[in-house]
């Protein structure tokens, strides 16, 4: 088979769609690359891995050629709050990087994955129950890069025939790798504090109401999307998915019934607020159950289960060794 390329691939999802991709594929069947430059025994520890910087066109081809590359999943990108604080680099690696990345696409017939996000939205689209088709004119230059990543996408599909496919994602949840500057990472911050200190102090307000996902539904929807048979994608550039709409407060809540006397106290970040609150708050996925059979299996509560638990073994493996 030809072979999958993923880049970004030492991010927050990269992390766990590799070791998935390798699980259904085969590990030499799938690229791990990433910008950064990792020692010998760390790449070899990931191995197949290549440094690929996306904003250089002729890395990705030399990459695509070499390996006879059949899909990309293409994750590299700076993330909404990163986004914010260096907007120039963020138009240049999201925008850029995916242009190239599509660029390649054409010329050797490669299927992608595009990661767009609730941040696609703007103050003026609908809140709750956000439709699949909507008013999308976000404030961010994150949300910029992924409206215009989206309609990039639709453009190659319709225009060459490239088969794109992409979600909407929320704010995800993991234990395996740290966030990488979103809006969302308080909820990951707020397990690894409970776990550790019990007690967190949050960049958003109590009642931030925005969606999230725990990341092995993530992973399950995105390799769901890209296997469903082309003919049922009503949509190209991204389906809406969701599995949760929760806020700090809720999600503190729930932890707290696992873990006694959890606090959370609030010191809000304006620039993450404002973010947050040009979000939507809730999205309607109806499209993605029924046009591909979209099923998240983690509510809150199975969530904070879950999380808990891998994350007291991650932490007490880390304090052994
Ligand atoms: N994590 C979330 O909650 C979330 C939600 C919605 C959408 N997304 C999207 O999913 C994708 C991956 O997100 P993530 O959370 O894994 O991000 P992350 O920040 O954790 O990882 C991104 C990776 O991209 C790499 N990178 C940066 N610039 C690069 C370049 N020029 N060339 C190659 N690699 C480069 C970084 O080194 C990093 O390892 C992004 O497009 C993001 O917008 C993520």
């Known amino acids: ?79 909404s709050a990163s986004a914010e604080a260096a907007p120039q680099l963020a138009w240049s690696v999201n925008m850029n990087g995916l242009y190239n990345v599509l660029e390649v696409a054409r010329g050797y017939g490669c299927q992608v994955f595009f990661p767009s996000s609730i941040g696609a939205f703007g103050p003026t689209t609908p809140r709750d129950a956000t439709p699949q088709v909507t008013v999308q004119r976000p404030t961010t230059i994150y949300g910029v890069t992924k409206v215009a990543g989206e309609l990039l996408c639709d453009y190659y599909a319709s225009r060459f025939g490239i088969d794109t496919r992409g979600l909407r994602l929320p704010g995800l949840i993991s234990y395996v790798a740290a966030p990488g500057g979103g809006t969302t990472d308080y909820a990951v911050e707020m397990f690894y504090h409970a776990v550790r200190y019990g007690r967190y102090t949050c960049f958003l ?83 993605a159950h029924h046009d591909w059979g979209f099923a998240p299996r983690y509510d809150l509560e199975a969530m904070t289960t879950d999380m808990l638990a891998r994350l007291k073994t991650k932490l007490a493996a880390a304090r052994n060794r």
């Not at 999958?4 to 927050?12: C, D």
């Not at 390798?22 to 990792?38: E, F, P, Q, Y």
């Not at 992973?219 to 769901?224: Q, S």
């Not at 609030?266 to 609150?277: H, L, N, S, T, Y």
């Open 205 to 287: 307000s109590a009642d931030t109401r925005l969606d999230m996902m725990y990341m092995p539904d993530a992973i399950t929807a995105m390799m769901d999307l890209m296997a469903a048979e082309s003919g049922r994608l009503r949509y190209r550039n991204a389906y809406n998915v969701a599995a949760m709409s929760v806020t700090p407060a809720e999600l503190a809540a729930a932890i707290a019934r696992h873990v006694p006397g959890f606090t959370v106290d609030f010191e809000i970040d304006p620039v993450r607020q404002a973010i947050a609150d040009s979000w939507p708050r809730s999205l309607d996925d109806s499209a």
């Open 1 to 79: 088979m030809a072979t999958i390329l993923v880049t970004g691939a030492l991010g927050q999802i990269g992390a766990e769609l590799v070791p998935a991709l390798r699980a259904r594929h085969g590990v030499d069947n799938v690229i791990a690359t990433d910008l950064k430059v990792l020692p010998p025994s760390g790449a070899a520890a990931i191995a197949p891995y290549g440094h690929l910087d996306c904003t250089e066109p002729h890395q990705l081809h030399e990459a695509v050629r070499r390996y006879d590359v059949g899909t990309i999943y293409h994750l590299a990108a700076l993330l």
